[in-house]
């Protein structure tokens, strides 16, 4: 039904896209150069695609959280500068989160924030005795990931609606991609990690970028 309303100009972003994501997860491993442009020309295509509808203050602020993952897929291209990446994208879910506080406080619904704090808890431990000097930078970037994703299932529970479907399932596939990201660099490198965290990201950055297309008029004019 979500695809059936998409705009034909968002139809060929997305296909864009695609091909850009299946060329950067192809190269990965044999062409570092083809990788890193794939997957920066990725992840300006989603900017693009969130862009052409930035009227409300929520969608813009989506904009800019998509150009500090934009920022964050660069930085992490060298895994010397992997805390820079992580900075990056925790003032992307910083700026995820403003957006969403500001149309939906939350308050009546705080015990959602509870439940991702608990789970954003027990992911911590499970990593915790391999992270060493990441422990403050990793523990930080939990608490906010799992606040925004908290948030988008308050957002999801009071309205319902294509967008705020949208920004939950992409919040949801975040904190999943990141959480494969984790355990694949600090406990165990799986064979095929590195294809379920590009993927998991790049449908997480998707949702999230489509939630700002012209699906959702009654958020428009929102300020």
């Known amino acids: 039904m979500i695809l059936s309303s998409i705009h034909n100009k968002n139809k060929v972003l997305l296909i864009c896209v695609g091909i850009a994501a299946l060329t950067a997860i ?3 491993n044999y062409n570092a150069l083809i990788y890193g442009v794939s997957k920066g020309l990725t992840t300006t295509m989603v900017i693009l695609m969130a862009s052409m509808n930035s009227s409300s203050i929520l969608n813009k602020l989506i904009v800019v959280g998509l150009l500090f993952c934009f920022f964050g897929d660069l930085l992490l291209l060298n895994q010397d500068y992997f805390v820079f990446g992580l900075i990056s994208f925790f ?4 700026f995820f989160l403003i957006g969403l506080l500001r149309n939906y406080n939350g308050k009546q619904k705080v015990w959602i924030y509870f439940i991702f704090w608990s789970i954003g808890a027990i992911i911590f431990y499970g990593l915790y005795s391999n992270l ?3 422990v ?5 970037y939990v608490l906010i990931i799992s606040s925004m994703s908290a948030q988008s299932t308050i ?7 294509k967008k705020a479907r949208l920004l939950f399932a992409g919040a949801l596939f975040f904190m999943l991609s990141d959480t494969i990201l984790a355990y694949s660099k600090f406990v165990h490198n799986y064979k095929f990690s590195s294809f379920l965290i590009l993927s998991t990201y790049w449908i997480a950055i998707n949702l999230i970028g489509l939630s700002n297309s012209n699906l959702n008029k009654s958020y428009e004019t929102k300020s």
């Open 91 to 94: 003032l992307a879910h910083t």
């Open 26 to 28: 192809i190269f990965e």
């Open 155 to 161: 957002y999801y529970f009071q309205d319902k609606d």
């Open 136 to 140: 403050y930078p990793v523990m930080a």
């Open 132 to 134: 060493n000097k990441f």
